[in-house]
Structure formats: C-alpha cells, structure tokens
C-alpha cells in the first residue's frame, strides 16, 4: 500500500493500525495479512491483535515495549504482509428461511428499496459474502458486499430482542445474529444453523476470510426446524 498503514493511539495500551476509509475485499485482506504477520513475528509485549474491516487493533503491555517500538515492529511486518499465507477461504452455506415471522423486516425492505419481496431475497442469496469480521458480540459476522439495490439503514428504534438466527441487513452490510440480543439491523431471514456455541471447539462456524452463502429454505423446512 503506498505510503503504507496509518498508525494511531487507542489509549495507553494499544495502537491502531489504518489501512484505508473503505469496505474494501483489497483492504481486509492486508489488515488480516498484518495479523498473521504479527503473529509470525512474535513480538515481545503484544498481547492481541484485533482485525476489522478497514484496521487491526494492536494491544501491548507498555511495561514489556513502547509505543515508538511497537510501531516499528508493526511497520516492519507491514513490509512482509505480501509474503503472508492466509488460511483458504471456505465457502460456508446457510440455509435460510426468508420473510413472514422468519424476516419480518423483508416486506419493509421491498417497500422502501421498489422492488418485490421476491427480489430482496433473490438479491440477497444471490452473492457470496466475505466475512471480514467478527463481533459486536461474540459470533456475529460483519458480511459486506450487500447489493446497493437492497441496502437500506438500520431501524430507528431497535428491538430489545432480536432471536438467534435472525439474518439481518443494514446499509451495505448482512449478518447473522447468533444468540438471543437486541439489535437495530432490518431482519429478513432466520437460519437454524447455531453458528456459536461456548461448548464447542473452535465456538465460532466461521472465521474473517470465509465466505457465507445464504441458502433458501422451503417453508415447509423452515417451519419443521422452528417447531423442533
């Protein structure tokens, strides 16, 4: 990247390290290439690195390196990140039912963006998504790629509980919630896939550089997994 990653202070435990302004596929994939590289170096005070879509959060124990020190040692493995390997990508289908009691958003979309119910899910499915992070909470993808035609804002008052499995939508971004929370995205869809479970390992489905590609369900499926 030409004149290489903007470096800021978060506090006296961390820097952030910028890549770019923008949802960008290019951009993620140097943020989790400096993860790794991070990784592979690993340097003495570094506790974690947290990627995201356009930056990576780097905290460090200012008793073990200073900050002037930490970020040489993250301009330096910004200087490898092309050598990185990063992890294949897997493509990771969810089945989903759309609309109705599963989406109760999906008929508010289609007002809002002119188009048919039919068209926001055919829209929807129709791409594969990259996850380029993970959080609010804990297994929650950030999927971007949403198609302009059917990116539409968050709700202006969120629910105080949206259900696990609820597969939502705001501006250019989807995502699926995996437990029982209150959220502000416009829910189109549900999936019974349980995508994070503290019991297993890894708890998570998937990880930042997968792909999700939304499946639909007959309704007859998706009630048969509703009621079971």
Same mark, same amino acid.
Request: aromatic fraction near 8%; charged fraction near 20%.
């Given at each position: 990247?030409?004149? /290489?990653?903007?470096?800021?202070?978060?506090?006296?435990?961390?820097?952030?390290?910028?890549?770019?302004?923008?949802?960008?596929?290019?951009?993620?994939?140097?943020?989790? @290439?400096?993860? #790794?590289?991070? @990784?592979?170096?690993?340097?003495?005070?570094?506790?974690?690195?947290v990627p995201t879509y356009r930056s990576a959060m780097v905290h460090y124990? %200012?008793?073990?390196?200073? %900050?002037?020190?930490?970020?040489?040692?993250?301009?330096?493995?910004?200087?490898?990140?092309?050598?990185?390997?990063?992890? @294949?990508?897997?493509?990771?289908?969810?089945?989903?039912?759309?609309? /109705?009691?599963?989406?109760?958003?999906?008929?508010?979309?289609?007002?809002?963006? /002119?188009?048919? %119910?039919?068209?926001?899910?055919?829209?929807?499915?129709?791409?594969?998504?990259?996850?380029?992070?993970?959080? $609010?909470?804990?297994?929650?993808?950030?999927?971007? #790629?949403?198609?302009?035609?059917?990116?539409?804002?968050?709700?202006?008052?969120?629910?105080?509980?949206?259900?696990?499995?609820?597969?939502?939508?705001?501006?250019?971004?989807?995502?699926?919630?995996p437990t029982d929370s209150p959220g502000g995205w416009r829910l189109i869809g549900w999936t019974p896939v349980r995508i994070f479970d503290a019991?297993?390992?890894?708890?998570?489905? $998937?990880?930042?550089?997968?792909?999700?590609?939304?499946?639909?369900?007959?309704?007859?499926?998706?009630?048969?997994?509703?009621?079971?």
């Amino acid at each position: 990247m030409d004149g /290489g990653p903007r470096i800021l202070i978060a506090g006296d435990h961390a820097l952030v390290v910028e890549y770019g302004p923008t949802i960008d596929e290019t951009i993620n994939r140097r943020v989790r @290439a400096l993860t #790794g590289a991070l @990784a592979a170096k690993a340097v003495p005070g570094v506790v974690e690195v947290v990627p995201t879509y356009r930056s990576a959060m780097v905290h460090y124990d %200012p008793d073990a390196i200073t %900050p002037a020190a930490l970020r040489e040692a993250i301009l330096d493995a910004d200087r490898h990140v092309d050598e990185v390997a990063l992890p @294949a990508s897997r493509v990771i289908e969810i089945p989903t039912a759309y609309g /109705g009691r599963f989406g109760p958003d999906l008929d508010a979309v289609a007002a809002e963006t /002119g188009l048919s %119910p039919r068209e926001v899910i055919e829209i929807h499915h129709s791409r594969d998504y990259l996850v380029y992070m993970m959080g $609010f909470m804990a297994g929650f993808p950030y999927l971007g #790629g949403l198609s302009p035609r059917i990116a539409v804002p968050r709700l202006a008052s969120p629910r105080t509980k949206v259900p696990a499995g609820s597969v939502g939508i705001a501006l250019g971004q989807t995502g699926i919630y995996p437990t029982d929370s209150p959220g502000g995205w416009r829910l189109i869809g549900w999936t019974p896939v349980r995508i994070f479970d503290a019991t297993h390992e890894p708890p998570v489905l $998937f990880e930042a550089g997968d792909y999700i590609r939304f499946v639909p369900m007959t309704d007859a499926d998706a009630q048969r997994y509703a009621t079971a």
